[in-house]
């Protein structure tokens, strides 16, 4: 379930409803999601990069949305790997994640929060599960967007930057049937908490039935609202957008409609959609594997900056592992008696 609700969403400011003069953005395509498996074998459903849609338009590279409810010793993460050149967004709504990077950054990610980042100039890192979620199984839900980064930013030192659920900007629709959770940019002058290079709106909605949003988005932006779980609409004409759809509006107009069917049946009881959008970088991209530079000569460049070990070094000990401890959260396992082994 999502982590971060309130117990009357009433209470929450509300999103005003566009001016009568606002004209709608209109829905240019849906487009379904592909199932793939990434890192160490973890399922994934991506609305982009698939052959119906290439990306998400500038300036984002990737989304994926990594569902499962996983038995014991069957949660998967992503082993050591590199990044250079844009960031790596990864939102959870259920589940525990564990980052470790060879620049000494990281964390513990649970339900509800954000990490935040920017490879820079490049560095190794590892997405694991933690043990208690590998051991005992359980529920994980959360997504992971790339977005790309201008020229001038892609040789900064990676950066992190840890959002927790408690800080999201939270609001309501206007009809007061939609919880609006603002992770970055702007939503109808309601700020979300997260710092980027380009600008970008990124909002996690869940909609309860029968219920619609209507969001201002900036002109000049890109627009997409992705159907995590459950089914419903997109655009004021009510395009059809099922489970694991994206739609991609068009651009012009003063605010994107998402609005969802008379029945859900998500264990949230909610249609949960993310809405994301941002400002063209119009620079040339260059892409390869995990590296995403200007020009073929920079991406040759990253490979042999990976080759030669210049992006950092495995720390002792983290090496070959399939899971990661949670300090504040740590598996101990049960003993005959019901005692627990300390």
Do not use: C
């Given at each position: 379930m999502p982590a971060v609700t309130v117990p009357d969403i009433l209470a929450l400011p509300r999103l005003d409803a566009p001016a009568l003069e606002?004209?709608?953005?209109?829905?240019?395509?849906?487009?379904?999601?592909?199932?793939?498996?990434?890192?160490?074998?973890?399922?994934?459903?991506?609305?982009?990069?698939?052959?119906?849609?290439?990306?998400?338009?500038?300036?984002?590279?990737?989304?994926?949305?990594?569902?499962?409810?996983?038995?014991?010793?069957?949660?998967?993460?992503?082993?050591?790997?590199?990044?250079?050149?844009?960031?790596t967004v990864t939102y959870l709504m259920d589940g525990t994640f564990v980052h470790t990077d060879s620049h000494g950054g990281g964390g513990v990610i649970r339900g509800g929060d954000t990490q935040w980042m920017t490879a820079g100039s490049g560095l190794l890192h590892d997405e694991l599960p933690s043990?208690?979620?590998v051991m005992t199984g359980g529920v994980f839900d959360g997504v992971q967007l790339w977005v790309n980064l201008p020229k001038r930013a892609k040789w900064n030192p990676p950066n992190y930057q840890d959002i927790r659920?408690?800080?999201?900007?939270?609001?309501?629709?206007s009809d007061g049937g939609a919880l609006v959770r603002i992770i970055a940019g702007s939503a109808a002058g309601h700020e979300g908490p997260g710092r980027t290079y380009t600008p970008i709106t990124l909002?996690?909605?869940?909609?309860?039935?029968?219920?619609?949003?209507r969001i201002p988005w900036q002109h000049s932006y890109s627009?997409?609202?992705?159907?995590?779980?459950?089914?419903?609409?997109?655009?004021?004409?009510?395009?059809?957008?099922?489970?694991s759809q994206l739609a991609q509006f068009a651009p012009g107009g003063d605010y994107i409609t998402v609005g969802a069917g008379p029945e859900q049946h998500?264990?949230?009881?909610?249609m949960e959609v993310l809405l994301l959008g941002g400002e063209p970088i119009n620079e040339p991209v260059a892409r390869y594997g995990p590296f995403v530079?200007?020009?073929?000569?920079?991406?040759?460049?990253?490979?042999?900056?990976?080759?030669a070990g210049r992006m950092g070094e495995i720390p002792a000990g983290r090496q070959g592992r399939e899971f990661a401890p949670d300090p504040e959260d740590p598996w101990l396992p049960e003993v005959p008696g019901g005692c627990e082994q300390l």
């Open positions: 606002s004209r709608p953005r209109a829905v240019a395509k849906v487009v379904d999601s592909i199932r793939a498996l990434e890192g160490g074998g973890f399922p994934v459903r991506r609305p982009f990069p698939t052959p119906s849609l290439m990306d998400g338009g500038d300036p984002f590279l990737l989304l994926d949305h990594m569902t499962a409810a996983y038995e014991p010793h069957e949660a998967k993460g992503a082993p050591w790997h590199p990044h250079r050149g844009f960031e043990e208690k979620l659920g408690n800080g999201l900007t939270l609001v309501s629709s909002v996690h909605a869940s909609l309860s039935p029968g219920a619609e949003v627009a997409m609202a992705f159907a995590l779980h459950g089914d419903g609409y997109a655009g004021d004409e009510k395009r059809a957008l099922k489970e998500h264990t949230t009881g909610a530079m200007n020009t073929r000569s920079e991406i040759v460049q990253a490979v042999e900056d990976f080759q």
